[in-house]
């Protein structure tokens, strides 16, 4: 199967980048010049809120308000500091046509910036002052995701051919922007939260057995496994399911593919996979597997404080009220368990036996 995408398909230029780069310096330097504080207004989001009973505008991709930097204010002037330096290495990155990662940006000037999530924060600013993404501003993440199945592509003309080899495991591409040439013969795509789920299926061969491709981000996903994901979603239309443990942690996964997270909250449009579909672990498949007691383990007082806080997002009451269910039965029993606990049975038992019976008897929300 071949198609085309169309999630980024109006993604800015890098021309268009550094006019606003420009833009935004000269207004800065005109007010310092005229005697005037400048005042930079950065649109602020959120994918949630916790007022599920609430009509809000949490789904619709727009800014809830404006946050104003200004040096005016003395809390302002290091983050404004931080913010000018970012931006004049992200005008070099493309004036230059080459990448960096923010680990990169960390250490050009780590005296000032002090700690990583400064960094971090200013290039979540920079890609919303800009209009655009991160991998738009040439910065990078070091990709931790991984895929195989039954998918070929292409990624700076380097040619991934998976099909040749389906449980081996390729790394997902970082430069999704460059991916082409995508064909598949695949019957769907698996999402697994954890590597060592995957290396599961990989080592019972479960691509040659079901015709399918298995992605994992390692845990949360980053952005290039997100983004490659949304690209596969969106050129393949294939039905696409994702496999976490039945735990509050992997459930803020699942959600992080379908929703989006807070932290991106503005490139949330592009991140998310609104397609997804869950596919367990569901509490009551620890009865229907029939999982022994002692493979379930209790819910730590810090699991239950975030299972409250994530019952409370707007989304799940809004858009899956299932998954709520779900969620607020794990929090009842006070119990969870890991996928693998279903190697109680025999090792290839979630490959042979729970996957499949899931998937071919409609077993999903």
Known sequence: MEGKHSRWSSQPRPCDLLRKIRELTRAIVEDLSNGRSPEILI????NYCTKPDSNCYCSSDLPILKETLTLRRESHLRRLDVLLRVLVIVQQLLQENRHGSKRDIYYMHPSVFSDQSIVDRAINDICILMQCSRHNLN????????????????????????????????????????????VSVAKYILVVEKESVFQRLANDQFCNT???????????????????????????????????????????????????????AYDAKFLRVPEILWLGGFLLDSEKYQLPQQCLLPLTAQDKRKTEA???????????????????LMLE?????????????ELNFLSAVYIPSKIEGGVYI
């Open 43 to 46: 649109d602020r989001f959120r």
């Open 210 to 264: 079901n015709h399918c491709i298995v992605i994992t981000g390692g845990g949360y996903p980053d952005i290039s496994t997100r983004r490659f994901l949304g690209l596969l979603v969106d050129t393949l239309h294939l039905p696409t399911y994702c496999l976490v443990d039945c735990d509050p942690y992997g459930f803020d996964i699942l959600s992080t593919y379908r929703f989006g997270s807070m932290q991106l």
């Open 333 to 345: 029993r006070g119990v969870k368990f890991e996928l693998e606990a279903l190697s109680v049975h």
């Open 310 to 328: 994530m019952l409370r997002r707007c989304y799940l009451q809004r858009e899956v009220p299932e998954w709520r269910l779900e969620l607020q």
């Open 139 to 182: 910065v990078v993440s070091v990709g931790k995701g991984l895929v195989m199945g039954w998918l070929r592509f292409s990624e700076a003309g380097n040619m991934f051919d998976c099909i040749n080899r389906p449980n081996t495991a390729f790394p997902v591409p970082i430069h999704v922007e460059e991916v082409k040439d995508i």
